[in-house]
């Protein structure tokens, strides 16, 4: 009888225990009642734009030749599809609780669903990072080592190069369930995220989550920045002929506003989780919400890049511009042309004579017959030259 209520005591204690990812904010959370409108149109934008995008990528991705254009765009797709999982998922949650407003506790009782969105607030957040980085790692290559990696990067392997920082962003998400960090439920009680402390496993975790992204977004500055010197040099070099560069600068200027978005939205985010857990001092959930959303802009503003910086769409938005070259090229041959025109047209007969020094005829060396009067000799002379008849006197 004893023994049977001592079980029974311990069972009561043990349902009375608060899980671990409630142990700092433990549901219900009073909250102010958010209109769910918000989160349903931006996760609706969000999701609207990335598939446009996918529907785009796919329909140019049948009609490219280049390999390493092809290349690009299943990094490209892979980014995209990213960031379309990650509204879905995460959008999804969110959505739910402010329609709804369910009480976590009940509804997840051993906090495996906060962790499996802890996780993928985790997973989202760094494959678009880690994706820029790659595709900076890849157009550095394609630029400046064309001719050895001509046989190496084919679109099986593009794929496995995604499927790899796939792979690693999972691995670093599922750090805090083999002890390294805690997920934990956020204010105002709709998402799950890592538990920004100073405690020192929360720290490790914490600073590995900030300083993968941050290193990320500085191998993508720094690739992008050589990427750009290298190839402004050979667009506008003596070889600017020899090899067509437009494909080339168009994957150029998407990647770079890529690296910039990605770098307005992430850079406030990160340095504020290594700002806060490196200082010790509180944490501050209304800044934390703030670089919260200014993160996820970046799932939004990404499959617009590509959707509006194409040349087929800068061609209708600019159509008296010469895109035949599509580089920056053209911008040099703009500037010759319009350079050509200031002077009368006297660079085109130099650049004429130049092209063809042996051909030589009457209309580039008309005959203007002399204004004064000639002497006889003058007139034999010009008569002994052939077709012109002398003058009269």
Not at 101 to 121: E, V
Not at 135 to 153: D, K, L, Q, W, Y
Request: glycine content about 6%.
């Amino acid at each position: 009888m004893a023994s049977s209520l001592f079980s029974t005591d311990k069972t009561v204690a043990a349902s009375n225990e608060t899980p671990l990812c409630y142990s700092i904010n433990s549901p219900p959370i009073k909250h102010n009642h958010t209109s769910p409108y918000y989160s349903a149109v931006f996760s609706g934008l969000g999701l609207s734009s990335n598939l446009f995008a996918l529907v785009v990528l796919a329909k140019t991705f049948q009609h490219t030749k280049s390999r390493s254009r092809s290349s690009f765009l299943l990094f490209l797709g892979g980014l995209v599809f990213t960031d379309f999982m990650g509204l879905l998922v995460t959008g999804s949650i969110v959505v739910s609780f402010h329609i709804t407003h369910f009480n976590w506790r009940k509804l997840d009782p051993h906090c495996h669903f906060c962790n499996f969105m802890g996780m993928s607030m985790v997973f989202y957040g760094l494959c678009p990072l880690l994706l820029a980085a790659t595709m900076a790692v890849e157009r550095f290559i394609g630029i400046n080592r064309p001719f050895s990696r001509s046989t190496t990067m084919s679109n099986s392997r593009a794929c496995s190069t995604v499927a790899m920082v796939w792979v690693t962003a999972g691995c670093i998400s599922l750090l805090p369930l083999t002890g390294l960090g805690n997920y934990h439920l956020q204010i105002p009680g709709s998402w799950c995220f890592l538990n920004i402390s100073s405690n020192p496993l929360d720290m490790t975790f914490s600073l590995i989550f900030s300083l993968v992204g941050l290193l990320s977004l500085a191998v993508s500055f720094l690739l992008n920045t050589v990427s750009v010197i290298t190839l402004l040099r050979v667009c506008c070099g003596q070889d600017s002929s020899q090899r067509r560069r437009d494909y080339e600068v168009e994957m150029m200027v998407q990647l770079i506003l890529i690296m910039v978005i990605a770098s307005i939205c992430w850079c406030p985010l990160l340095v504020f989780i290594a700002q806060t857990v490196l200082s010790g001092r509180k944490l501050e959930i209304p800044h934390l919400l703030l670089w919260l959303r200014f993160a996820t802009w970046n799932q939004i503003l990404d499959p617009w890049v590509y959707i509006l910086f194409r040349r087929a769409v800068l061609k209708r938005i600019m159509p008296n511009m010469d895109w035949s070259r599509g580089s920056i090229a053209s911008l040099h041959t703009s500037f010759r042309r319009l350079t050509r025109a200031s002077l009368g047209g006297t660079i085109d007969r130099s650049e004429h004579v130049q092209q063809n020094p042996d051909k030589t005829t009457r209309e580039d060396t008309p005959y203007r017959p002399p204004l004064v009067p000639l002497s006889k000799s003058s007139d034999q002379t010009i008569s002994n030259v052939g077709d012109v008849p002398p003058l009269d006197t």
